[in-house]
């Protein structure tokens, strides 16, 4: 983050409700993946930053993607890492593995990220 401020960017780090140095919601429906995308609509509005380019890890893809789809004129670009490339039609022998396997959860994740955008609903034919 230095090595961003360095070259006149200003880089922040967002603690999630209830994870490292933020204290847990008191209710725990108070941290779904809606009020982590609004937690960064109103920090951005509280520090007044109009535009910004998101780099999200893991679970926080979901947020940095979803909030640039919500809020496209507010997002330059979004990098992230740590997370399985999923392709829309993935090979035959992948839609057809047991429940619960780690590349079908990301899959899952993805249909159900776009199902909520486009307004359709995905078919697993296995």
């Not at 940095?64 to 496209?72: E, I, Q, S």
């Not at 999923?86 to 590349?103: A, D, R, S």
């Amino acid at each position: 983050m230095i090595a961003v401020a360095n070259v006149g960017y200003r880089a922040i780090a967002l603690d999630y409700r209830g994870y490292r140095l933020s204290d847990p919601p008191t209710v725990a429906e108070k941290a779904t993946y809606a009020d982590f995308i609004s937690d960064v609509h109103f920090l951005l509005d509280v520090l007044g930053i109009s535009e910004v380019f998101l780099i999200a890890k893991d679970f926080r893809a979901r947020i940095a993607y979803t909030f640039a789809l919500l809020h496209p004129n507010r997002v330059v670009g979004v990098v992230t890492l740590g997370v399985p490339f999923v392709p829309l039609n993935p090979p035959p022998y992948q839609q057809c593995l047991p429940e619960g396997f780690y590349v079908s959860r990301w899959h899952e994740l993805i249909l159900s990220l776009l199902a909520s955008f486009l307004g359709v609903t995905f078919v697993n034919l296995c």
